[in-house]
C-alpha cells in the first residue's frame, strides 16, 4: 500500500491521503461514504457480530448499530468541517484530534478525532502536521478496546505508519497538495 496523492478537503486544515489500493478515492471521501451506506454497515457488523455482542454495546441490534453509526458520522463530518473551516475562532482541528497514544511526537503525531460522549465507535486517523494542519490517512468503526486484535483495525495502523513515513521523507511543509 503507498499513497498517490493527497488532496485538499479544506485548504490549508483538513487534507486527506489517497492510497494506491482506493482507485483515486480520498480517505476522507470513502470513510464517509463507508460510514453513510447502510448496506455495506450491514456487512461490516454481519462480519464483525461477535464484536457487536459484546455485553459493552448492551445488546444492540445490527439495525439499531447501523443508524447509530450514520448518525454518528454526521455529526463527526460537520464537527470536522465546521472546525477546519474556523466556523468558531475559538475552535480548530487541534482541539477535535488526540494523540492516538502517550508517546509524545513533536512533528507528524498519528491523531485520532471521534465525536465526544459515552460508547462512540467511530474513529477518524490522521497525521498532524502542525496546529489546525491534519492529514487524514484512515478510520475504522472501533468496537474493541485496541486496535492491536483486528485486521481492519491493524490495516488503519499501518497507514498511519505509511502516511507518517511519507510526510516525514517529503517533507510536508513543501509538498503540494491538490485540492479535492
Given at each position: 500500500?503507498k ?39 450491514r ?6 457480530k ?12 445490527i ?63 490522521a497525521?498532524?502536521?502542525?496546529v ?14 485496541t ?34
Open positions: 500500500m499513497i498517490v496523492d493527497i488532496f485538499a478537503v479544506i485548504d490549508n486544515t483538513l487534507y486527506s491521503v489517497v492510497f494506491d489500493v482506493t482507485q483515486e478515492r480520498s480517505e476522507f471521501s470513502r470513510l464517509f461514504d463507508f460510514w453513510n451506506d447502510a448496506e455495506q454497515l456487512n461490516f457488523f454481519e462480519k464483525n461477535e464484536d457487536l455482542n459484546d455485553t459493552y454495546w448492551e445488546g444492540i441490534t439495525e439499531e448499530a447501523i443508524n447509530k453509526t450514520r448518525e454518528e458520522a454526521k455529526d463527526l463530518e460537520r464537527l470536522l468541517l465546521s472546525y477546519a473551516k474556523g466556523e468558531n475562532p475559538k475552535e480548530n482541528l487541534s482541539m477535535l484530534f488526540k494523540p492516538l497514544s502517550n508517546k509524545v511526537e513533536k512533528k507528524y503525531e498519528k491523531d485520532k478525532a471521534k465525536v465526544s460522549g459515552k460508547k462512540t465507535w467511530l474513529r477518524l486517523y497525521v498532524r502536521i502542525d489546525n494542519l491534519f492529514v487524514v490517512c484512515g478510520g475504522a468503526i472501533k468496537l474493541r478496546k486496535m492491536n486484535d483486528r485486521d481492519y483495525l491493524k490495516i488503519e495502523l499501518e497507514k498511519l505508519d505509511i502516511t507518517q513515513k511519507y510526510l516525514r521523507e517529503n517533507d510536508a511543509d513543501e509538498l503540494d497538495f491538490v485540492e479535492l
